[in-house]
C-alpha cells in the first residue's frame, strides 16, 4: 500500500541522528523561522509547506473516486483540489544533527461563502 503522507516525512523520519543543518538547507531551502536561543544546545527550524491534492497522490490513486462521483450525479468540472498546509519543526543539537521532528496541519484561511452569508442573513 502507498502512503500519501509527503516525502518529508520519509526524509525526516530517516534523517534523525543522521542529518545535517546544511543538507537540510540544501533540500529545503532556508527556513521560514530559526529559533536559536544563546543558552541553549538546541536550534529549532520552522517550515510551512502547503500542497495540494495532487502533491500528496502523484499517482492520481483517489483521481477515481472524483471521476466516479462526477458519473453518479456530482457537479462536472467543479472539481476543486483540497490544499493542505503542514508546519514541519526541526530540532538539532549543538552539532547541528537533526535529533527530533514534527509535522502538524496549519491552518489555511478561508474566504466566507456568499452563500452561506445570503441564507443565514447576514
Not at 11 to 39: A, C, M, N
Not at 76 to 94: M, N, Q
Request: charged share 25%.
Amino acid at each position: 500500500m502507498m502512503s500519501c503522507a509527503p516525502w518529508r516525512d520519509t526524509y525526516f523520519g530517516g534523517g534523525v541522528g543522521v542529518l545535517t543543518q546544511p543538507e537540510v538547507r540544501e533540500k529545503l531551502g532556508k527556513p521560514h523561522i530559526v529559533d536559536d536561543p544563546l543558552l541553549s544546545d538546541e536550534t529549532t527550524w520552522i517550515y510551512r509547506q502547503i500542497l495540494s491534492e495532487s502533491d500528496l497522490d502523484p499517482w492520481g490513486l483517489t483521481t477515481f473516486g472524483k471521476e466516479a462521483g462526477s458519473v453518479l450525479g456530482g457537479p462536472e468540472g467543479v472539481l476543486r483540489e483540497k490544499v493542505y498546509c503542514y508546519v514541519y519543526t526541526l530540532t538539532f543539537d549543538k552539532e547541528a544533527v537533526l535529533r527530533q521532528w514534527n509535522r502538524e496541519l496549519c491552518q489555511v484561511p478561508t474566504p466566507p461563502n456568499p452563500f452561506e452569508q445570503d441564507f443565514l442573513g447576514n
